[in-house]
């Protein structure tokens, strides 16, 4: 857990952030589906925009999990050896 002046940043609060992300994305993809012959183009370029960051924010997210992952391995591996 990272602490700064009245922030705080931990595993599970990047975690519950992104799910609450993708959940609001999965209830603007039904609103917009079930409005489909009212939706402009635009709204489907901002619905495609929306999706892509939160990709991006799953990908960081599961690239700070390898490394984290590689970094507890490596700690374990210099361990054996000594």
Do not use: C, W
Not at 45 to 50: G, R
Not at 53 to 74: A, D, H, K, R, Y
């Amino acid at each position: 857990m990272s602490t700064l002046p009245g922030i705080t940043l931990s595993f599970h609060t990047l975690i519950s952030a992104y799910k609450r992300l993708q959940d609001e994305l999965v209830k603007q993809v039904r609103a917009l589906a079930s409005k489909i012959s009212q939706a402009n183009p635009g709204s489907f370029i901002l619905l495609q925009f929306e999706m892509a960051q939160v990709t991006q924010m799953g990908e960081s997210i599961s690239n700070l999990i390898s490394q984290v992952n590689s970094v507890i391995s490596n700690a374990i591996r210099n361990q054996k050896t000594q």
